[in-house]
């Protein structure tokens, strides 16, 4: 297969690096795509606030504080199957049992909080299983974005990106409002309700088209060393394949946990002082997220580069012990992740070929979330020995290595002819 098949995928037409799409916001089926998708976005913002707070309220660890967020990229273990299932059965039955196991499971943790004081690894294991119901719920969505959205699907998928950090924004705005009168238990049951607002779109029709069932479909097999061959064929992708699993191992789940470990024992925030940082983390990240997403044309041989190096200074700056810096490098880091986890999904949707997208995208799940796994793994015990600052500061360091990788393939960035997908 040629980089111009690869690049066209199912879209009909070549997609260079200057090609120019339209807002995704003009087309109705967005709209209330967009909105379903981000009530549900809503309700796993206030649940990844709140859990964290309780189980530092309920253990005083960081440990547990850490493990609990690692169900998530535990749960991204399984993407490369719900992949599969994508390309081969389509997307309905990913979608519908994803939002129901999620459900399910997040009723059955609230009522053992109800009951009492929980054993933590209960905790984990409900938890894990709404992160694997929300796994595959979004390589549900995600496969078949390109398919809804076929004017705009780079677009389409960068906004819905974006969408989803303005709802993690809200999410920690939302706990420090209604910490006080809901309590803990109360925050946690407002998500419950949230799982089923996709459900609602699907029914009103907004959904992506029936796929073929021949019966040479329906037997075909995996054959995922083929259709890992065939991606990182394409060194775009392969380079922010790499960018991405740099991201995940250092600013991951074990950082997000350590910032607020900091927050509430080092700086001695309040619950609410902390959800108060956390919101505008956020803000930043959605304004960085929101900067890439929203323009007509990416540059992403300039663009890569320079949010790599100013994430890594953020990080680098977070071990200086002076609470209005530590406030501005944790501003400036969300910033340039935002710009980066954009430009990434981006490329993604404009660069994968349709016809492997769920296999495609659940292989660099599975690997994405391996690397995630490390952040956990590796913080705690570092903090412990270290200490915050030399680990704020190794963090910077690691994440620098990717430039590396950005200099060998800045080649791979060259503009080219839409008409060709060839260098100009």
């Known amino acids: 297969m040629t980089t111009a098949d690869r690049v066209r995928g199912a879209h009909g037409t070549a ?13 109705r089926a967005f709209r209330v795509f967009a909105a379903g998708n981000s009530v549900n976005n809503l309700g796993e913002a206030l649940y990844a606030t709140a859990l964290p707070l309780l189980a530092y309220r309920l253990t005083g660890s960081l440990a547990v504080m850490t493990w609990l967020a690692a169900a998530v990229p535990m749960s991204m273990l399984l993407a490369p199957w719900f992949g599969s299932v994508a390309d081969r059965r389509g997307t309905a039955g990913l979608v519908l049992y994803g939002l129901l196991a999620q459900a399910s499971a997040a009723t059955v943790m609230n009522l053992l909080l109800w009951q009492g004081d929980p054993e933590p690894w209960v905790l984990f294991v409900c938890a894990l299983v709404v992160a694997a119901g929300g796994v595959a719920y979004r390589v549900g969505w995600m496969t078949d974005v390109p398919v809804m959205f076929p004017r705009c699907p780079a677009r389409a998928r960068g906004t819905l990106n974006s969408l989803f950090l303005a709802t993690t924004l809200a999410g920690p705005v939302l706990v420090a409002a209604t910490l006080p009168l809901l309590g803990y ?13 996709p459900l609602a779109v699907w029914a009103f029709g907004v959904r992506p088209p029936r796929r073929p069932t021949a019966d040479g479909r329906r037997r075909e097999p995996a054959r995922l060393r083929g259709v890992w061959r065939d991606t990182l064929a394409d060194r775009r992708i ?23 470990f900091e927050l509430r024992h080092s700086w001695q925030l309040s619950a609410q002082q902390a959800g108060w940082v956390v919101a505008a983390v956020n803000l930043s990240l959605l304004t960085g997220n929101l900067l890439v997403s929203q323009r007509e044309r990416l540059r992403p041989a300039t663009l890569l580069p320079v949010a790599v190096v100013v994430r890594a200074v953020s990080l680098a700056l977070l071990a200086v012990p002076v609470w209005p810096l530590f406030l501005v490098a944790l501003a400036l880091g969300a910033v340039a992740q935002g710009a980066l986890l954009a430009a990434v999904v981006m490329l993604r949707v404009r660069y994968l070929p349709q016809r492997v997208m769920g296999r495609a995208s659940g292989l660099m799940w599975l690997l994405t979330g391996s690397a995630a796994l490390l952040s956990p793994v590796v913080i705690p ?44």
């Open 238 to 260: 392969a380079v922010t394949l790499v960018l991405q699993m740099v991201l995940e191992a250092v600013c991951g789940t074990g950082l997000t946990s350590l910032v607020l």
């Open 15 to 27: 997609r260079g690096d200057e090609v120019v799409e339209p807002s995704p916001f003009a087309e």
């Open 185 to 197: 238990l109360g925050v946690l049951w407002l998500n419950l309700p949230t799982f089923f607002a």
């Open 381 to 424: 015990p570092l903090e412990h020995a270290a200490g915050p600052h030399a680990t704020f500061l190794a963090l910077g360091v690691a994440s620098s290595v990717v430039l590396v990788q950005l200099h060998r393939a800045r080649t791979a960035w060259t503009p080219t002819n839409p008409a060709t997908t060839e260098p100009a």
